[in-house]
């Protein structure tokens, strides 16, 4: 696959991908390790355009995070020292979250800053 222009097709994605895939451990400055990197700004860019991924809101974020790790309502709870009933109030958007609890989830749970603070 020669890089001449922008990829505008599912099918030139596709074969990118796979053009891509085929130098993939080439080393930088060499000849393949350029067509990776153009590579890579062409597939980052189409996949911008057409792949966009929405940020999880606080309340999503906490939903997936708790499913990951097998988190009940009632576990969280314990593992926090809260009632169920203020975890269930929070996860229904019936109480905020506080400024303690947004704490919690990002450095205990690992759930990023900036979506808990969106």
Known sequence: ?????????EEEYNKALKEMESVFHSAKD?????KLELLALLI??????????????????LKAE??????TQSGLAERFGMSKGAISEIINGKKQMSVRFMKF??????????ILLA
């Open 44 to 61: 980052g860019d189409y996949e911008s355009k057409h792949y966009q991924i929405r940020q999880l809101s606080p309340i999503e974020a």
């Open 105 to 114: 989830l990002h450095k205990d749970l690992g759930i990023p800053a900036e």
């Open 30 to 34: 060499t000849p393949d390790g350029d």
């Open 1 to 9: 696959m020669e890089i001449s222009r922008p990829i505008k097709t």
């Open 66 to 71: 708790m499913e990951e790790q097998g988190l």
